[in-house]
């Protein structure tokens, strides 16, 4: 038995069922299903044409997140396939993974959809990991902590094999999905409130509410992951994770500053940094880790949109009103 290297279970026997709340996960994310189609862009179209909507700024941050999103949807969605999912053996939890590399595929898309609509040049949007140094940073530093996992040769045998396991979960789940895709959410979503790029804006609460699913899972299993494998979790580890952590927050305030150096109305450039640090220590607290940086959080509004104080309470945010209506009859 076991969520990881239990040789003994059929991968495609997913009854009796072992992990309940990987089955939930599931089903929370079927209910939450969108496309990016659904959301007009008919305010966006006119906002970006127009010459006094949009200062040069926010043109900037909105560029900048489309060329980071636009790739980074589909790193993430690469790893959970090519390198996550052979390793999670259990076929409840195979299934989630399933659903999450589909809302990948829909992530993917909504940026596609983006370019397509503003009539962005793909060839600049789609290079920002090369041109950006500070894009091109943060896709370097997953791309590093994942590695183990994506050597051919990798097996999850044996407690170090499985700590590393762990360690690249966390460099995907927390890293990726929990800390470097919050200073976009949280510069979109300024924009929004002042009726600037609704359309995107919507779009990112919709992938938001996904993401904080993502996660959640993703923190799910590594503590199962942990719980039947109590030798990994090591003060050495624990100390390698919160070194992982601080690390990845100085990229992500590197990109904040970059994509946003002047800050926009009623926000300053460093509360974005203040805010990723905030975030972290969330991240940190998930993980049984304690905090570090100890921040308010500057945009309490965030905490309604995509805060994790909603990850188990995810029903109340504004977006996830809208539901697939067959979904709510699983039960
Ligand atoms: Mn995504
Ligand atoms: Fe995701």
Known sequence: MGIINSSKTDPNKILPMTYNWAREYYKAGV????TPEEVSMQKDVECWKSTSMLSETERRLIIWNLGFFSTAESLTAN?????????????????YLLRQAYEEAIHTDTFIYCCDTLGLDPDEIYNMYNTIPSIEAKDNYVVELTKSVFDPHFSTDGEANIRKFV????????????IFFYAGFAMILALKRQGKMIGIGEQFEYIMRDESLHLAFGCDLIKTIRSENLGIWTPDFQAEIVEMVREAVIHEQNYARDACPQGLLGINSEQFSQYVEYVADRRL????????YNRENPFPWMSQATDLAKEKNFFETRV???QV???????
Not at 31 to 34: E, F, G, K, R
Not at 81 to 91: E, F, G, K, R, S
């Open 325 to 331: 209506g067959a979904s709510l009859n699983w039960d």
């Open 285 to 292: 607290r998930r993980l049984d880790l304690p905090k570090i």
């Open 31 to 34: 209910a939450n299903n969108w």
């Open 167 to 178: 360690h690249d979960l966390i460099g995907y789940y927390v890293i990726m999905e929990g």
């Open 79 to 95: 790893n959970l396939v090519l390198a996550v999912y052979q390793h999670i053996t259990n076929p409840e939890a195979r299934q």
């Open 320 to 322: 996830t009103e809208y």
